[in-house]
């Protein structure tokens, strides 16, 4: 069995894989690194990977070191990958976006895809049917937004995300909730009408741990499918395997 672990900005999302199949999940906030080996405990892993878009506390490096299965970490522009990354920068690109695309180039073979990931950031990245990585776009998730709000003006309050959303605020809170979430269902809603129209044959996966409801015709190529990550970095690692049993084979 495989093990894959999605170090993210908010949490660590830790996904047990039989083969190709994801078969249990957890996941962890910060300071929680001991429950790595408890999840650990439960399964029979020979092998796993790990990416992360955070500098590693010493809590982490510790608990993935101490694990008793040899764990490959992700670096992009660095690590072989079985798709072709035509970012201009290979070295700069997240490695959760990384996995993202190649996730959903080997979910989707022989479509184009844009993968939607809305958190702390909302990325848009996308990959063709031919496997090619052309790039992506970053723009400030709701919580930065909200955040924004309250911290570069002298008197708008700290507003949480979830709550009621009318088309027009009737009180600062609402108005602010409202301008930011509506705001990013219509970024997000653009993007796929745009891309749908360059590129028909589009598969589009949302993913992250923020829901939207999307009021557009095209739902029909839309997956909410939080496994995305996961599935791309189980995929490396095999990937990875494969081409060190040719090098080995090779060497004989």
Same mark, same amino acid.
Do not use: W
């Given at each position: 069995?495989?093990?894959?672990?999605?170090?993210?900005?908010?949490?660590?999302?830790?996904?047990?894989?039989?083969?190709?199949?994801?078969?249990?999940? *957890?996941? *962890?906030?910060?300071?929680?690194?001991?429950?790595?080996?408890?999840?650990?405990?439960?399964?029979?892993?020979?092998?796993?990977?790990?990416?992360?878009?955070?500098?590693?506390?010493?809590?982490?490096?510790?608990?993935?070191?101490?694990?008793?299965?040899?764990?490959?970490?992700?670096?992009?522009?660095?690590?072989?990958?079985?798709?072709?990354?035509?970012?201009?920068?290979?070295?700069?690109?997240?490695?959760?976006?990384?996995?993202?695309?190649?996730?959903?180039?080997?979910?989707?073979?022989?479509?184009?895809?844009?993968?939607?990931?809305?958190?702390?950031?909302?990325?848009?990245? &996308?990959?063709?049917?031919?496997?090619?990585?052309?790039?992506?776009?970053?723009?400030?998730?709701?919580?930065?937004?909200?955040?924004?709000?309250?911290?570069?003006?002298?008197?708008?309050?700290?507003?949480?995300?979830?709550?009621?959303?009318?088309?027009?605020?009737?009180?600062?809170?609402?108005? *602010?909730?409202?301008?930011? *979430?509506?705001?990013?269902?219509?970024?997000?809603?653009?993007?796929?009408?745009? &891309?749908?129209?360059?590129?028909? #044959?589009?598969?589009?996966?949302?993913?992250?741990?923020?829901?939207?409801?999307?009021?557009?015709?095209?739902?029909?190529?839309?997956?909410?499918?939080?496994?995305?990550?996961?599935?791309?970095? #189980?995929?490396?690692?095999?990937?990875?395997?494969?081409?060190?049993?040719?090098?080995?084979?090779?060497?004989?």
């Amino acid at each position: 069995m495989n093990l894959t672990v999605d170090i993210g900005n908010t949490c660590t999302k830790l996904v047990a894989f039989d083969g190709q199949e994801p078969v249990d999940e *957890m996941r *962890m906030d910060d300071g929680e690194a001991y429950k790595l080996g408890a999840f650990c405990s439960k399964h029979d892993f020979t092998r796993g990977i790990f990416s992360s878009v955070v500098c590693l506390s010493r809590e982490m490096e510790e608990a993935l070191s101490a694990l008793p299965f040899p764990m490959m970490r992700l670096q992009s522009g660095i690590t072989p990958v079985p798709i072709d990354n035509k970012y201009k920068t290979p070295l700069t690109l997240g490695t959760d976006r990384l996995a993202a695309v190649v996730g959903a180039h080997f979910r989707q073979r022989g479509h184009d895809a844009l993968v939607i990931d809305i958190g702390t950031c909302i990325t848009y990245d &996308f990959v063709t049917a031919a496997g090619e990585y052309l790039g992506g776009n970053i723009s400030p998730g709701p919580t930065i937004r909200l955040k924004a709000l309250h911290n570069f003006t002298a008197s708008l309050p700290m507003v949480e995300r979830k709550g009621y959303t009318p088309l027009l605020g009737d009180s600062t809170e609402t108005a *602010m909730r409202s301008g930011v *979430m509506r705001g990013v269902v219509y970024e997000v809603e653009s993007y796929i009408r745009d &891309f749908i129209l360059k590129y028909p #044959n589009l598969f589009v996966y949302l993913t992250g741990g923020v829901h939207l409801d999307l009021q557009i015709s095209e739902k029909k190529c839309i997956f909410a499918d939080n496994f995305i990550v996961p599935y791309g970095l #189980n995929r490396i690692l095999l990937y990875n395997e494969e081409i060190n049993s040719d090098e080995k084979k090779y060497i004989k």
